[in-house]
């Protein structure tokens, strides 16, 4: 199930990306701030609340997810959740480090904007500003998974 679920959503976001015409075709040009998530423990919480899967408290975790093909999300300040379909400077299909490098900061980018589904999905055009990790939350709720820390903050 989890398989075809990954697998649907990384066709999904495929498919809107090269075939336009398939997606919305009123893509609004946004600017949004927020975090970068592992939409799989955010949405799944298999690894705890929204407060525990945010942050340093689940940044390794979310680089594994992010490597592993889990779909990248931007969660924005207010809550809502954008599906990054393409990240600035990317090729859509090519397995790149930048969506790691990335992975728990908080950014400010502009891009476009779909809605399918009632699914929020982004297409980065720019990153404005990246803020790195600003949720230092280990503290609180430990590491999640236990035993993995980002290095910088330990």
């Given at each position: 199930?989890?398989?075809?679920?990954?697998?649907?959503?990384?066709?999904?976001?495929?498919?809107?990306?090269?075939?336009?015409?398939?997606?919305?075709?009123?893509?609004?040009?946004?600017?949004?701030?927020?975090?970068?998530?592992?939409?799989?423990?955010?949405?799944?919480?298999?690894?705890?609340?929204?407060?525990?899967?945010?942050?340093?408290?689940?940044?390794?975790?979310?680089?594994?997810?992010?490597?592993g093909?889990?779909?990248?999300?931007?969660?924005?300040?207010?809550?809502?959740?954008?599906?990054?379909?393409?990240?600035?400077?990317?090729?859509?299909?090519?397995?790149?480090?930048?969506?790691?490098?990335?992975?728990?900061?908080i950014?400010?980018?502009?891009?476009?904007?779909?809605?399918?589904?009632?699914?929020?999905?982004?297409?980065v055009?720019?990153?404005?500003?990246?803020?790195?990790?600003?949720?230092?939350n280990?503290?609180?709720?430990?590491?999640?998974?236990?035993?993995?820390?980002?290095?910088?903050?330990?």
């Amino acid at each position: 199930m989890f398989k075809r679920l990954i697998g649907g959503l990384a066709f999904a976001a495929a498919t809107m990306v090269a075939q336009p015409s398939l997606a919305n075709t009123s893509a609004k040009l946004i600017e949004i701030k927020g975090e970068v998530i592992d939409t799989w423990c955010y949405f799944s919480g298999v690894m705890g609340g929204e407060d525990a899967v945010v942050g340093s408290a689940h940044h390794t975790c979310a680089l594994w997810c992010a490597a592993g093909g889990i779909p990248v999300g931007v969660r924005t300040e207010e809550g809502e959740v954008f599906m990054v379909l393409k990240y600035e400077g990317e090729d859509v299909l090519e397995k790149t480090d930048t969506l790691m490098e990335v992975q728990s900061d908080i950014i400010s980018a502009k891009g476009l904007h779909y809605v399918r589904d009632g699914v929020n999905y982004i297409v980065v055009e720019n990153v404005i500003a990246n803020d790195g990790i600003q949720v230092l939350n280990h503290e609180d709720y430990g590491s999640v998974p236990p035993n993995s820390f980002p290095k910088n903050y330990q």
